[in-house]
């Protein structure tokens, strides 16, 4: 995985490139995903991110134009909850897919070879070029069954 200072300098770079100021609180989004392996809703992370930071201002907009920015460049990723929203975490991480469940919204990411192989066969077959595929299962994690 990349280091924090790379990242970083990555993230000033992209900041600069679409004229926006490094500010602490982008700095702190940044930071949290790169710290933590979870998967956070905007407002989850905002929520933290204030309570941990009492003395520095952070306004929700910053968040989502942040998180949307991260997203754009491929340094985060989300997975779509329909009408729940997006979650987030770092898109710097080895591919992986999700299981979700819908009764308590616990995420499971795993890796599968056999699927991986698979897809690209369905990819080769219609002669579809695949830059990227997202898996989500969706159903009860074992605590909810």
Do not use: W
């Amino acid at each position: 995985m990349i280091s924090y200072d790379k990242l970083l300098e990555k993230f000033k770079n992209l900041l600069k490139n679409n004229t926006l100021k490094f500010t602490k609180q982008r700095e702190l989004i940044l930071k949290f995903l790169y710290e933590n392996d979870e998967h956070f809703t905007p407002e989850e992370i905002y929520m933290i991110l204030k309570k941990k930071n009492p003395d520095i201002n952070i306004g929700i907009a910053t968040v989502y134009r942040t998180l949307t920015l991260l997203e754009d460049a491929g340094i985060a990723s989300s997975i779509s909850f329909g009408t729940q929203g997006k979650k987030y975490e770092l898109g710097l991480k080895k591919h992986h897919d999700h299981l979700i469940c819908t009764t308590c919204g616990d995420i499971i990411e795993f890796f599968d070879e056999t699927i991986e192989m698979q897809q690209e066969k369905i990819a080769k077959k219609f002669n579809f070029k695949m830059t990227d595929h997202t898996m989500k299962i969706v159903g009860l994690c074992e605590k909810c069954q």
